[in-house]
């Protein structure tokens, strides 16, 4: 989306020599200017009038020149020992006092600054407030506020038609979220049956920042397929241009119309990725061992199947999961990177064609659980997780920014998903308890299944071509 500045520089590059700018700005629809911050109550009507109108920019440390002349006149700025206090209150505001809670980017200008008066242990606070789309954002007062092109306060409003509009200003936008959630891929006629996770990741929920990728096909090929860093990296042999933005596919042994891990992207780093998942369809549980190869505890599976009276099992196998999205995410992070945007992202799981599977995790600790609670099995077909389809149902995947090492962010970040979607089918989160791990991780033992799976997917691989 995007925004109205009276800067040439974005919000992380100001200096507080850019404010010199405001000396020729008016207050009104996209400007306000406060000499101080007065109440933690005036600051969530600011802040909600912003969000609610067409966003702007908010400064508290500068005082209008005069009532007839609304340009920044003095920047007498906050003094440095309040800076931590006001922030505070500027956060505790939009997050307690306005339902639902409207976004809002904030820097801190310091002095000293000569070319505009500010001196040394004065600085402005300067927020920066994008137009929502999750209207109407309403004080805790009761009131809806909003900005009036030659105001310099917020006011409450009370047309009926206004309002009306803010409340149908996201209508538009979820319908979109829904539809592509719920939107089936076009899938081939070998892939009709076939079990997939079909993985959406979204940075930017509300359209509240103007994320663009550079979409140079050569440049977006050579990122996607960058090897760097832990676990495996997942090459995509074809990458070309579409209608709506790029597609990454991987090569399979089998040809093009056969299943195959598949990338979506778009311009603002939203993606749809298709990840095939092999299942196992097994009639007679005494061949489980030998359909299952070098996996270690499919005997023991075997036996607790025959234990709680299966003759019969469909089996997805999710050993290589983990990795895929590890995969996944060191290129997202990659991506982001390109795009300068150093959040994290949101994502949404739909789990197709699972009816009547049950998940295959080759850790002890799963099959522990199977044997203690039972078996678990896909009751549907089509599970989306979390559950939902608007725009508040999606999951958050942290950027983890106080861990240090990236390597280690993109860890928790595919744990999370992992965990998000193990869950779905049936493997708990909390599958190795941390207080009884001892030296054993969740990331140890996803790692070691990983490589069983990869082994066991080359020994089904020579046996089909010989």
């Known amino acids: 989306m995007s925004h109205y500045s009276p800067f040439d520089d974005s919000l992380r590059q100001l200096s507080a020599a850019n404010l010199a700018a405001l000396t020729s700005v008016r207050e009104g629809w996209y400007v ?13 009507k600011s802040i909600s009038a912003f969000a609610n109108t067409y966003g702007g920019w908010l400064f508290y440390g500068i005082k209008e020149k005069s009532k007839d002349e609304s340009v920044a006149g003095s920047f007498v700025g906050i003094d440095s020992a309040d800076l931590d206090a006001f922030q505070q209150t500027i956060r505790q505001a939009a997050a307690t006092l306005v339902t639902p809670s409207p976004h809002f980017d904030l ?22 407030i994008p137009r929502s789309l999750n209207t109407p954002h309403v004080h805790k007062g009761g009131q809806i506020y909003r900005r009036i092109s030659d105001g310099s306060e917020p006011r ?40 997939f996770v079909r993985l959406l990741i979204v940075p930017d929920l509300w359209a509240e920042h103007s994320i663009q990728l550079d979409f140079d096909v050569d440049h977006i090929r050579e990122t996607i397929n960058t090897s760097d860093g832990v ?27 056969h299943p195959s891990l598949t990338w979506k ?19 007679d549980l005494d061949k489980l061992p030998s359909e299952l190869g ?24 999710l050993n290589l999961l983990f990795y895929l999205l590890l995969g996944v995410t060191k290129i997202q992070n990659r991506l982001c990177k390109e795009a300068n945007w150093k959040g994290g992202w949101l994502m949404k799981a739909r789990l197709l064609n699972v009816w009547r599977t049950t998940p295959f ?53 595919a744990q999370v998903m992992f965990g998000i979607i193990g869950n779905a089918f049936g493997i708990p989160p909390n599958l190795i308890p941390y207080e009884e791990n001892g030296d054993r991780t969740l990331y140890g033992e996803l790692c070691s299944v990983g490589n069983r799976a990869i082994e066991a997917q080359r020994i089904r691989n020579t046996r089909r071509r010989s």
């Open 32 to 44: 306000e200017y406060k000499s101080q911050i007065v109440s933690a109550s005036s600051v969530a």
């Open 107 to 128: 820097t801190i200008l310091r002095g000293p600054c000569p070319e505009i008066g500010l001196e040394d242990n004065r600085a402005v606070i300067c927020l920066q």
């Open 294 to 317: 070098r996996y270690h505890h499919a005997d023991r599976l075997k036996r607790i199947l025959k234990d709680q009276h299966y003759t019969r099992v469909t089996l997805v196998d």
């Open 231 to 257: 676990g495996i990296n997942l090459p995509f042999e074809n990458v070309y241009t579409s209608a709506k933005g790029i597609v990454a596919r991987q090569r399979t042994i089998d040809g093009p119309h």
């Open 361 to 413: 995790l080759d850790i002890s600790d799963a099959l522990d659980r199977y044997e203690k609670y039972g078996i678990p099995m896909c009751l549907e077909n089509d599970v989306a997780v979390p559950p939902g389809s608007d725009p508040e149902t999606f999951g958050e995947i942290s950027s983890f920014d106080h861990v240090d090492l990236e390597e280690a962010r993109c860890v928790l970040r």
């Open 156 to 195: 409450p409003e009370n047309d009926r038609f206004i309002l009306d509009q803010l409340w149908r200003r996201a209508d538009k936008f979820r319908r979109g979220y829904r539809k592509w959630v719920k939107r089936g891929p076009e899938l081939a006629k070998g892939e009709t049956e076939a079990p």
């Open 265 to 283: 992207l778009w311009p603002d780093l939203s993606g749809e990725i298709l990840i095939p998942i092999t299942k196992f369809e097994v009639n």
